[in-house]
């Protein structure tokens, strides 16, 4: 049998061959190096880069020690190898009080956690205890008492825990409270706040300075009222006066005078019947009514006279 012979190849195509060699060793070196740098630097950081120490910053409720435990990251684990989002969400979840947590690292060995603390603001009544809740929304703790601080009536928080931060959307009663904590803490007006009664979303009422009972009405003029009636109190009520701050179905303000008394029992909607204003309902007819009574009663004229927004 006669063999065949081979065909010889062109000098364009060993040229070609030789290429396609060049390129293939060129991709498996460069292969190999990354491989290399990335092994490399996968040693240092198990080898060189280990937390040997941890600072808190900012904490007065909690103790370092204390904060330092319920990290994820102890001493001695690799300084980058960890999630840092997943720790913060942890600490800002055990440490209910926690309102910020920053967490950096400072080579060689070093992490320092800085924090900053959020305070009660409001207490929510509910099944015969109270939850402090700050003015973002944030459940702090369950308590037997209010704590002094001002109550939230006609709002139940149910399957809640120190913590957790109230999110909108969840209840049309929590939505309201989280607006009316917003717009007073924006107005500087919560620390100066008695109480919240949110039990009708439209008499929406708020105690301030141990005074004035203010029936903002519904939501959707919450800010506006507020803002004017701290104008009015600030401005054209006097320091001995205490009443109540109400806006007619014309949407004009009044004051009427009031006793502490009774401004303490409308904090959970107690009306008495020498109360001057019972019905919210009624508001139209007891503005033109009390008008007059207004316009008598310590340069409150003006209270009485406001026109519509």
Known sequence: MRRRKRKQKTPEQM??????????????????????????????????????????????????????AGMD??????LYLWNKVKTTNSLLEQF??????????????????TV????????????????????QGKVLEQAATDNGLPVVAGVTLEAVRPGQTLEPAEDAYVDALLTVLQTLDAADML????????????DVRVGY?????????????????LRFAQTVID???SPSDIGRLYWDAKNRLHFVPDTAENIARSATGQETDDSPIVD?????????????EADGGADSGAAGSEGSE
Not at 73 to 78: E, L, Q, R
Not at 117 to 127: F, I
Not at 280 to 292: I, K, N, R, T, Y
């Open 15 to 68: 040229r070609k061959r030789a290429n396609r060699r060049q390129r293939f060793f060129h991709t498996v070196g460069r292969l190999l190096f990354v491989g290399i740098l990335l092994s490399a630097a996968v040693l240092a950081l198990t080898v060189f880069f280990k937390v040997d120490t941890i600072s808190v910053e900012g904490s007065t409720k909690y103790t370092p020690e204390e904060i330092v």
């Open 73 to 78: 990251v102890k001493k001695g684990d690799n």
């Open 96 to 113: 209910p009080y926690l309102e910020t947590v920053q967490i950096r690292r400072h080579l060689p060995d070093a992490l320092v956690v």
């Open 116 to 135: 900053t603390e959020c305070r009660a603001a409001v207490a929510v009544s509910t099944n015969g205890v109270y939850y402090l809740v700050s003015a």
């Open 191 to 202: 620390s100066e706040t008695d109480f919240i009664n949110l039990q009708s979303l439209t």
């Open 209 to 225: 300075l141990d005074r004035f009972d203010i029936r903002v009405g519904t939501m959707e003029q919450l800010a506006y009222r």
């Open 235 to 237: 401005g054209r009520l």
């Open 280 to 292: 919210p309902d009624a508001l139209d007819a007891a503005g033109e009514d009390d008008a007059g």
